[in-house]
């Protein structure tokens, strides 16, 4: 199975190429990867498939196709470098899949989160603390709106939830199409389709993970 790593000071990252969502943190390569397939039935699950569909059972069937330098996001906690193999183009269909694959990821979430209510969240970790549910849904609403800038979309005045991902999956089609230019008004590179469609997804999945863990 393909994967890439995004290795920064303090953190390394590992990303399943085509599954996304499916990328989980920690301090080395190695155990980034050890993690990546620890979190193999979790994904599987939050994606609809049997984890044997998943493929690999050992670090060993993992092919790095690709080694980025992270940075300050990747050591905060979060993947946050484009790989290249992102910026190729893609085809409608592969785009139609992993929009599919993304929308089970927020799906997935959205149950967590609905079936979280009510109920108390322990900690997040050991030294304690954490968000509340409510902060914690409208921390990936906000960042969720993040991403549809980062491809060239705007959200409407006051979207929620349901509207800024409509707005998103429209922005991704424009982008993958050529249609949003690949800089932006202020210099910078927007994301291109592919990655966007990554963080989204494995963002949604991270914070209905955490959720599901901190449950008491």
Known sequence: MRVYLEVGAKKTFASAVDWPGWSRGAKAEDEALDSLLAYAGRYAAAIGVSAS????????????????????????????????????????????????????????????????????????????????????????????????????????????????KRDFETALAARARGEVADVGPRGGRRWPAPYAIRRSAWHALDHAWEIADRLV
Not at 106 to 131: H, I, M, N, Q, Y
Request: net charge positive; glycine share 14%; hydrophobic share 40%.
């Open 53 to 164: 569909k998943l493929g690999p059972r050992s670090r060993a069937n993992f092919e790095v196709v690709e080694r980025l330098k992270g940075n300050a996001t990747t050591d905060f906690g979060a993947p946050g470098a484009v790989p290249e193999l992102d910026r190729e183009p893609i085809s409608a269909a592969r785009l139609e899949e992993m929009a599919a694959l993304l929308g089970a990821c927020w799906k997935t979430f959205d149950v967590v989160a609905a079936a979280a209510r009510g109920k108390e969240l322990g900690p997040s970790g050991p030294r304690g603390g954490g968000r509340t549910l409510d902060k914690t849904v409208d921390h990936v609403i906000e960042a969720q709106a993040g991403y549809l800038a980062a491809i060239g979309g705007k959200p409407g005045a006051g979207a929620r939830w349901a509207a800024i």
